[in-house]
């Protein structure tokens, strides 16, 4: 139980194009889902905090205007880069989390690698 | 604001010698305290966590942590480690209660495994 899933894997755009990252919760229905970016050999920063149907809260530097987060449904959250450019280019990991006797607890998808050319 | 340190940015160990690495937190109040290990390229797999009760948490792959609140540390161990143990370890520390909890991680230690 407590799965994750995001889609794409992997993906590979031109600069200025927007990308769309999806994050399921397979077999629970996520109260809350996160969405962080890693670069690489580094940790994880948390970029912001979404409730289902309600808006995101992005972290302090995050633009969220470059960074559009919908989270439409308990089981969908999705991240959209806009205007993508190559700093973007990143390791970006979603996780979930719900109540009962999982609460405190976040379940982590395998992560998205975006490349931006 | 809570923060996490983890000292060491990179161990080597032999394959069957014990392992620690360290991890110290800064939180106001009591904290929710994880182990996470990530593969190259994958994503986040927990190892155990700390909520409140007994101060030593045995997790999965034979690793257990210790928490400390006098000294804010949160140490993981394994008296003997294999091969497939090589990876990245994160420490985390939640803050908040509730699902919205937070979570502020680690710089990460990279675990080598000398065969």
């Known amino acids: 139980g407590a799965v994750v899933s995001q889609h794409p894997s992997w993906v590979i755009c031109k600069s200025g194009t927007s990308v769309k990252i999806e994050c399921r919760s397979l077999?629970?229905?996520?109260?809350?889902m996160f969405w962080y970016r890693q670069f690489p050999k580094q940790s994880l920063m948390l970029m912001a905090t979404s409730n289902e149907g309600s808006k995101a809260t992005y972290e302090q530097g995050v633009e969220k205007d470059k960074f559009l987060i919908n989270h439409a449904s308990l089981t969908l959250s999705t991240l959209t880069v806009t205007s993508a450019h190559p700093e973007d280019s990143s390791f970006y990991i979603c996780?979930?989390?719900?109540?009962?006797?999982?609460?405190?607890?976040?379940?982590f998808g395998p992560g998205t690698r975006l490349t931006v050319l | 604001a809570q923060s996490v340190t983890q000292p060491d940015i990179h161990i080597t160990v032999s394959e069957g010698a014990s392992l620690e690495l360290r991890c110290n937190y800064s939180y106001g109040a009591t904290p929710y305290l994880f182990w996470y290990v990530q593969s190259p390229g994958q994503g986040l797999q927990l190892l155990l966590k700390y909520f409140s009760g007994d101060t030593l948490v045995q997790g999965i792959k034979g690793f257990e942590a210790e928490f400390k609140r006098s000294q804010s540390s949160f140490n993981l161990r394994k008296p003997s480690v294999h091969w497939s143990d090589a990876a990245e370890y994160f420490c985390a520390v939640g803050a908040g209660t509730g699902t919205a909890s937070k979570l502020t991680f680690g710089t990460g230690t990279r675990l080598q495994v000398m065969l």
């Open positions: 996780s979930a989390s719900f109540g009962g006797r999982y609460l405190n607890e976040q379940f």
């Open positions: 077999d629970f229905q996520a109260t809350t």
